[in-house]
């Protein structure tokens, strides 16, 4: 019964002991910010990696139009593209090329095309050749977008590179999946649109 008493008497001066104890505050407030911390850091991160990939990707698409738009040589049997022709070599070379831009990156989850697409002088249009690249889609036809429309000019041929990325964010889960990044580009060719050779067949462009 004593003792019982007693613990009745300390208890409000253990309580108020308690109450007044500062040691461990700090650790305690850590505790609580820390994963905060690590979040914005890491999603911080995570945003900077993205944007970086996604800006080399837009890189990519406009190389590879730029190249393969710049590979004419209608009147010699000199240059890049004899004859007016571009080989299988000559647009892996530009695949090659182009990949690199991803650097310091991994080019493993990169896909590319490229594609020659001819508007006839009917407005009609179709796609004598593409080459996709590293899992790459290849085009068998094509249909301008409301927003393009402008570029589908009669009797005339383009150049269109697509790409896109599987950009995996380093957290990532069921509820953060992979993020597909692509672009594409369109570039008109500078002297004539290049056929393409894969090594037995010359396909015309346009």
Known sequence: MIRALTRKVRLPTALARLIGECRGVSAVEFALIAPLMISVYLGCAEIS?????????????????????????????????????????????????????????????????????AIDDKGNVTVPWSVPSNGGTKLTSFTFSNSESALKVNSTQLIYAVVSYAYTPVVSTSFIPDITLSDHMFMSPRLSAPNYNDGSTTYTCG
């Open 49 to 117: 990696d993205g944007v970086a990939i996604d800006r080399k990707v837009s890189l990519i698409a406009g190389t590879l139009a730029n190249l393969t738009a710049s590979c004419s040589d209608s009147n010699t049997n000199s240059g890049s593209c004899p004859n007016n022709i571009i080989s299988a070599t000559e647009v892996s070379n530009i695949f090659a090329a182009s990949t690199a831009i991803m650097s310091p990156y991994s080019a493993a989850p990169l896909k590319m095309s490229l594609s020659c697409i």
